[in-house]
């Protein structure tokens, strides 16, 4: 399977460590830069489907991919 959305991302050549932080206050750098990101809702699906665990993904810290899951569990 092909993952050309990694190509297009605006985290390519940016410390990996930013979008790992040790909070989720200390994920606002990452959130930032997932924000003007063109492939942002490819990569969050792709977190949520393959249950990323840690990292900011799309914009979401793992807390709030967790809650993203529930919320589509209860809608489904």
Same mark, same amino acid.
């Given at each position: 399977?092909?993952?050309?959305?990694?190509? &297009? #991302?605006? @985290?390519?050549?940016?410390?990996?460590?930013?979008?790992?932080?040790?909070?989720?206050?200390? %994920?606002? $750098?990452? &959130? #930032?830069? @997932?924000?003007?990101?063109?492939?942002?809702?490819?990569?969050?699906?792709?977190?949520?489907? %393959?249950? $990323?665990?840690? #990292?900011?993904?799309?914009?979401?810290?793992?807390?709030?991919?967790?809650?993203?899951?529930?919320?589509?569990?209860?809608?489904?």
């Amino acid at each position: 399977m092909t993952q050309s959305w990694r190509d &297009k #991302g605006a @985290c390519r050549g940016i410390d990996p460590d930013v979008f790992y932080p040790v909070t989720d206050e200390d %994920a606002e $750098e990452a &959130k #930032g830069i @997932c924000a003007v990101c063109a492939v942002r809702q490819a990569c969050l699906e792709h977190a949520l489907s %393959a249950r $990323e665990k840690e #990292g900011v993904w799309g914009g979401a810290t793992e807390r709030e991919r967790r809650r993203i899951i529930r919320q589509r569990r209860r809608t489904a």
